[in-house]
T-cell receptor, first 116, second 110 residues
Framework: EPEVTQTPSHQVTQMGQEVILRCVPISNHLYFYWYRQILGQKVEFLVSFYNNEISEKSEIFDDQFSVERPDGSNFTLKIRSTKLEDSAMYFC??????????????FGPGTRLLVL | RKEVEQDPGPFNVPEGATVAFNCTYSNSASQSFFWYRQDCRKEPKLLMSVYSSGNEDGRFTAQLNRASQYISLLIRDSKLSDSATYLCVFRGSTLGRLYFGRGTQLTVWP
């Protein structure tokens, strides 16, 4: 079964540093998402991406965040200057309306980010 | 304003028990509804979509009440492997963002 993959699985960084979280969505999916989950809290939407541009973003997704699809397979989330409160699990998801099961967003295993 | 509200539990039930979870949502324009399950420190995984007429998948039954803005999940004949956090999720538009509840924790004991 195709799956979303994410790297790294864990990342520890110093406050103020830049981090890039990487995702490989399911092949032939066209819609991509980032969510995050702070420990003990609910999963929160960050941003959605389609056709090489942001479709929607939440209030969490401020100027410190950016997304990119640098090639045909990767989808990245960059945090320019990390804050302590950015510590969370970051999930990538992908979806494809065309496939018939397209309403489902498939989640990757996540990257656990710890900002010290 | 909380968009999705769930009883956080925990629910602790013996194997074989029937357990039900409820969830309310605030956005009356919500289009699609789902139950996801999340194991500890893992990603959310789709358990089932929730349709207006109600739907069943094996031991799991989901119901939607648009008038009262709640959805429910019934698990019959609980298994140890059902132990997880169950997330109530809705989406406002096709391919739009998902809104998650905080989840209801279920532990099934032998």
């Amino acid at each position: 079964e195709p799956e979303v993959t994410q790297t790294p699985s864990h990342q520890v960084t110093q406050m103020g540093q830049e981090v890039i979280l990487r995702c490989v969505p399911i092949s032939n999916h066209l819609y991509f998402y980032w969510y995050r989950q702070i420990l003990g809290q609910k999963v929160e939407f960050l941003v959605s991406f389609y056709n090489n541009e942001i479709s929607e973003k939440s209030e969490i997704f401020d100027d410190q965040f950016s997304v990119e699809r640098p090639d045909g397979s990767n989808f990245t989330l960059k945090i320019r200057s990390t804050k302590l409160e950015d510590s969370a699990m970051y999930f990538c998801a992908s979806s494809d309306l065309v496939s018939g099961a397209g309403e489902t967003q498939y989640f990757g295993p996540g990257t656990r980010l710890l900002v010290l | 304003r909380k968009e999705v509200e769930q009883d956080p539990g925990p629910f602790n039930v013996p194997e074989g028990a029937t357990v039900a979870f409820n969830c309310t949502y605030s956005n009356s324009a919500s289009q699609s509804f789902f139950w996801y399950r999340q194991d500890c420190r893992k990603e959310p995984k789709l358990l089932m979509s929730v349709y207006s007429s109600g739907n069943e998948d094996g031991r799991f039954t989901a119901q939607l009440n648009r008038a009262s803005q709640y959805i429910s999940l019934l698990i019959r004949d609980s298994k140890l492997s059902d132990s997880a956090t169950y997330l109530c999720v809705f989406r406002g538009s096709t391919l739009g963002r998902l809104y998650f509840g905080r989840g209801t924790q279920l532990t099934v004991w032998p």
